[in-house]
């Protein structure tokens, strides 16, 4: 359950954009150029040595009632390159959903944002995981480069608690598989997304 909070955690910065845009657009994703950056900071005996990681092809559709579902798989991770490719034991793991993010909200927020113009917009998303709900809220800045298109970044400081990561059995294994015995306390998360009119 923390592995899959986790990472939805990193990626939650993206589904909470996502359902903020206008009804009348059909708003998605440009896998492309939707990542999400996390900083695992290494504990060695010389001590802190941050690594950065990629949670990138971000993907998804705001549906017409404002809806939006976003699965999110270790696939679309830096870690199976990183690896050489996954273990046998994690392989059958790759593209399944290991969480869904679920938002909802009004979309006439951000209809009036010319172009130029940014928007810092807290909003409330939902994480389904294991059959466990949890609701979150997140600080994003929306900011209209053009009328069909719309670049999402991180508005405040954003970290996923790194014990809940070295909590879970199979993702500390993957850590351990990255070389890292011990991370710190704090994971810092960034986004850089740019949501495109389809």
């Known amino acids: 359950m923390a592995a899959t909070r986790a990472l939805s955690q990193l990626a939650a910065v993206v589904l909470v954009a996502l359902t ?22 290494e504990i060695t005996p010389s001590g802190p040595v941050p690594h950065q990681h990629r949670v990138r092809g971000l993907s998804g559709n705001i549906g017409d009632d404002g809806t939006l579902r976003l699965p999110l ?4 991770t830096d870690i199976p ?10 392989q059958g793991m790759a593209d399944l959903p290991l969480a869904t993010l679920v938002t909802r909200l009004p979309p006439e927020r951000l209809s009036s944002l010319a172009v130029g113009d940014s928007l810092t917009e807290t909003l409330n998303f ?7 709900d949890q609701q979150e809220s997140l600080a994003l800045r929306f900011t209209r480069e053009s009328q069909s298109r719309i670049r999402i970044a991180t508005a405040e400081r954003v970290a996923v608690d790194g014990r809940e990561l070295m909590a879970n059995p199979t993702l500390r294994t993957v850590i351990l598989l990255l070389g890292y015995e011990q991370i ?3 994971v810092p998360i960034t986004l850089d997304a740019t949501l495109i009119d389809r």
């Open 126 to 132: 939902r994480v389904d995981a294991e059959g466990v």
């Open 184 to 186: 710190g306390d704090e």
């Open 20 to 41: 903020a845009l206008p009804a009348q657009a059909a708003w998605q994703l440009d896998p492309a150029r939707s990542a999400i950056e996390a900083t695992l900071v």
């Open 81 to 90: 390159d990183r690896l050489g490719g996954l273990p046998v034991w994690l």
């Open 73 to 76: 798989r270790l696939s679309q």
